[in-house]
Protein backbone atom coordinates (compact mmCIF):
# COMPACT_ATOMS: atom_id res chain seq x y z
CA UNK A 1 0.00 0.00 0.00
CA UNK A 2 1.30 3.20 -0.74
CA UNK A 3 0.80 6.39 -0.20
CA UNK A 4 0.82 9.02 -3.28
CA UNK A 5 0.92 12.68 -3.95
CA UNK A 6 -2.53 12.38 -5.32
CA UNK A 7 -3.57 11.38 -1.19
CA UNK A 8 -1.39 13.85 0.45
CA UNK A 9 -3.32 16.67 -1.75
CA UNK A 10 -6.49 15.07 -0.74
CA UNK A 11 -5.28 15.26 2.99
CA UNK A 12 -4.15 18.74 2.54
CA UNK A 13 -7.44 19.69 1.41
CA UNK A 14 -9.43 18.02 3.98
CA UNK A 15 -7.37 19.81 6.26
CA UNK A 16 -6.85 23.09 5.30
CA UNK A 17 -10.29 24.04 2.97
CA UNK A 18 -12.67 24.34 5.74
CA UNK A 19 -10.45 27.25 6.96
CA UNK A 20 -10.70 29.33 3.98
CA UNK A 21 -14.20 29.27 4.07
CA UNK A 22 -17.25 29.47 6.58
CA UNK A 23 -19.50 27.07 5.52
CA UNK A 24 -21.45 23.91 6.69
CA UNK A 25 -18.83 20.84 6.53
CA UNK A 26 -19.71 18.27 3.89
CA UNK A 27 -20.36 15.19 5.01
CA UNK A 28 -16.85 13.61 4.99
CA UNK A 29 -15.68 16.98 6.63
CA UNK A 30 -18.07 16.15 9.41
CA UNK A 31 -17.23 12.95 9.85
CA UNK A 32 -13.76 13.83 10.36
CA UNK A 33 -14.70 16.59 12.67
CA UNK A 34 -16.68 13.60 14.98
CA UNK A 35 -13.78 11.47 14.86
CA UNK A 36 -11.93 10.94 17.98
CA UNK A 37 -8.65 8.91 17.79
CA UNK A 38 -7.76 6.61 20.76
CA UNK A 39 -4.40 4.87 21.46
CA UNK A 40 -6.31 1.72 20.85
CA UNK A 41 -7.49 1.90 17.51
CA UNK A 42 -4.18 3.78 16.31
CA UNK A 43 -2.42 0.79 17.42
CA UNK A 44 -5.01 -1.65 15.85
CA UNK A 45 -4.56 0.24 12.60
CA UNK A 46 -0.76 0.56 12.50
CA UNK A 47 -0.45 -3.55 13.66
CA UNK A 48 -3.09 -3.62 10.14
CA UNK A 49 -0.83 -1.52 8.00
CA UNK A 50 2.43 -3.20 8.97
CA UNK A 51 0.73 -6.57 8.54
CA UNK A 52 -0.47 -5.25 4.97
CA UNK A 53 3.17 -4.09 4.25
CA UNK A 54 4.20 -7.77 5.11
CA UNK A 55 1.86 -9.24 2.94
CA UNK A 56 2.80 -7.35 0.31
CA UNK A 57 6.42 -7.73 0.73
CA UNK A 58 5.90 -11.73 1.23
CA UNK A 59 4.16 -11.96 -2.09
CA UNK A 60 5.02 -13.12 -5.54
CA UNK A 61 5.70 -10.14 -7.98
CA UNK A 62 3.24 -11.33 -10.18
CA UNK A 63 0.54 -11.10 -7.28
CA UNK A 64 2.11 -7.67 -5.80
CA UNK A 65 1.60 -6.76 -9.25
CA UNK A 66 -2.07 -7.14 -9.49
CA UNK A 67 -2.35 -5.97 -6.32
CA UNK A 68 -0.71 -2.62 -6.69
CA UNK A 69 -3.30 -2.52 -9.76
CA UNK A 70 -6.13 -2.78 -8.01
CA UNK A 71 -5.53 -0.31 -5.70
CA UNK A 72 -4.40 2.49 -8.54
CA UNK A 73 -7.38 1.35 -10.81
CA UNK A 74 -9.88 3.15 -7.79
CA UNK A 75 -7.35 6.13 -7.40
CA UNK A 76 -9.25 8.83 -9.52
CA UNK A 77 -12.45 7.95 -7.47
CA UNK A 78 -10.85 7.85 -4.29
CA UNK A 79 -12.33 11.78 -3.67
CA UNK A 80 -14.38 10.19 -0.65
CA UNK A 81 -13.84 8.63 2.82
CA UNK A 82 -16.38 5.95 1.06
CA UNK A 83 -14.58 5.40 -2.46
CA UNK A 84 -11.13 5.21 -0.53
CA UNK A 85 -12.61 2.23 1.84
CA UNK A 86 -14.00 0.76 -0.99
CA UNK A 87 -10.51 0.59 -2.85
CA UNK A 88 -9.13 -1.01 0.31
CA UNK A 89 -12.19 -3.37 0.21
CA UNK A 90 -11.29 -4.63 -2.99
CA UNK A 91 -7.50 -5.83 -1.84
CA UNK A 92 -8.07 -9.26 0.10
CA UNK A 93 -4.81 -8.58 2.02
CA UNK A 94 -5.63 -4.88 2.88
CA UNK A 95 -9.23 -6.27 4.02
CA UNK A 96 -8.24 -9.09 6.29
CA UNK A 97 -5.47 -7.23 8.10
CA UNK A 98 -7.62 -4.32 8.92
CA UNK A 99 -10.68 -7.17 9.63
CA UNK A 100 -8.08 -8.74 12.00
CA UNK A 101 -6.96 -5.61 13.73
CA UNK A 102 -10.64 -5.39 14.25
CA UNK A 103 -10.97 -1.96 11.83
CA UNK A 104 -13.20 -1.67 9.32
CA UNK A 105 -11.47 -0.60 5.93
CA UNK A 106 -13.86 2.95 6.18
CA UNK A 107 -12.58 3.40 9.98
CA UNK A 108 -9.35 2.47 8.71
CA UNK A 109 -9.43 5.58 6.27
CA UNK A 110 -11.12 8.10 8.67
CA UNK A 111 -8.77 6.92 11.61
CA UNK A 112 -5.82 7.54 8.91
CA UNK A 113 -7.01 10.94 7.55
CA UNK A 114 -7.56 12.57 11.38
CA UNK A 115 -4.51 11.34 12.40
CA UNK A 116 -2.57 13.32 9.56
CA UNK A 117 -5.05 15.95 10.32
CA UNK A 118 -4.08 16.39 13.80
CA UNK A 119 -0.25 15.60 12.98
CA UNK A 120 -0.44 18.80 10.36
CA UNK A 121 -2.08 21.07 12.53
CA UNK A 122 0.03 20.26 15.24
CA UNK A 123 3.18 20.73 13.27
CA UNK A 124 1.70 23.86 11.62
CA UNK A 125 0.71 25.48 14.97
CA UNK A 126 4.38 24.91 16.43
CA UNK A 127 5.51 27.40 13.88
CA UNK A 128 2.72 29.57 14.15
CA UNK A 129 0.80 29.87 17.23
CA UNK A 130 -1.59 31.69 15.85
CA UNK A 131 -3.63 29.61 13.46
CA UNK A 132 -6.48 28.95 13.63
CA UNK A 133 -7.59 25.21 13.35
CA UNK A 134 -9.67 23.93 10.64
CA UNK A 135 -13.47 23.73 11.08
CA UNK A 136 -13.56 20.00 9.98
CA UNK A 137 -10.41 19.20 12.42
CA UNK A 138 -11.49 17.40 16.21
CA UNK A 139 -9.55 19.35 18.49
CA UNK A 140 -9.57 16.55 20.64
CA UNK A 141 -7.66 14.89 18.28
CA UNK A 142 -4.70 17.71 18.45
CA UNK A 143 -4.55 16.68 22.17
CA UNK A 144 -3.98 13.47 21.29
CA UNK A 145 -1.32 13.71 18.99
CA UNK A 146 -0.07 16.41 21.07
CA UNK A 147 -0.23 14.40 24.19
CA UNK A 148 1.01 11.21 22.62
CA UNK A 149 3.75 12.06 20.79
CA UNK A 150 6.34 9.77 21.36
CA UNK A 151 4.25 6.68 21.03
CA UNK A 152 2.75 8.11 18.05
CA UNK A 153 6.29 8.28 16.47
CA UNK A 154 7.64 5.00 17.32
CA UNK A 155 4.44 3.61 15.98
CA UNK A 156 4.33 5.63 12.39
CA UNK A 157 8.43 4.90 12.53
CA UNK A 158 7.29 1.12 12.78
CA UNK A 159 4.67 1.29 10.04
CA UNK A 160 7.31 3.45 7.67
CA UNK A 161 9.90 0.77 7.73
CA UNK A 162 7.12 -2.01 6.68
CA UNK A 163 6.61 0.33 4.13
CA UNK A 164 9.88 1.01 3.15
CA UNK A 165 10.57 -2.69 3.23
CA UNK A 166 7.90 -3.64 1.04
CA UNK A 167 8.85 -1.33 -1.59
CA UNK A 168 12.34 -2.32 -1.65
CA UNK A 169 10.71 -5.63 -2.66
CA UNK A 170 8.98 -4.51 -4.96
CA UNK A 171 11.51 -2.70 -6.66
CA UNK A 172 13.95 -5.40 -6.67
CA UNK A 173 11.06 -6.94 -9.00
CA UNK A 174 11.31 -4.26 -11.78
CA UNK A 175 14.01 -5.47 -14.39
CA UNK A 176 17.45 -3.52 -14.25
CA UNK A 177 17.38 -0.80 -17.31
CA UNK A 178 20.99 -2.07 -18.12
CA UNK A 179 20.92 -5.56 -17.84
CA UNK A 180 19.86 -6.63 -21.86
Do not use: H
Request: glycine letters at 2%.
Amino acid sequence: MRIDGWFMCLVMLLAVAPVARAQKLTPDEAILRSYVLTMPKVEAWATASIDIANAMKAMPASERAKRKAEMEAGEEENETIASMAATMERVPEVRRAFRKAGLTAREAVTLSLALMQATMFDQIAATNPDAKLPSNVNPVNVTFVRKNKAQLGARMKAVQEASKAAKRAESSDEPDPDEP
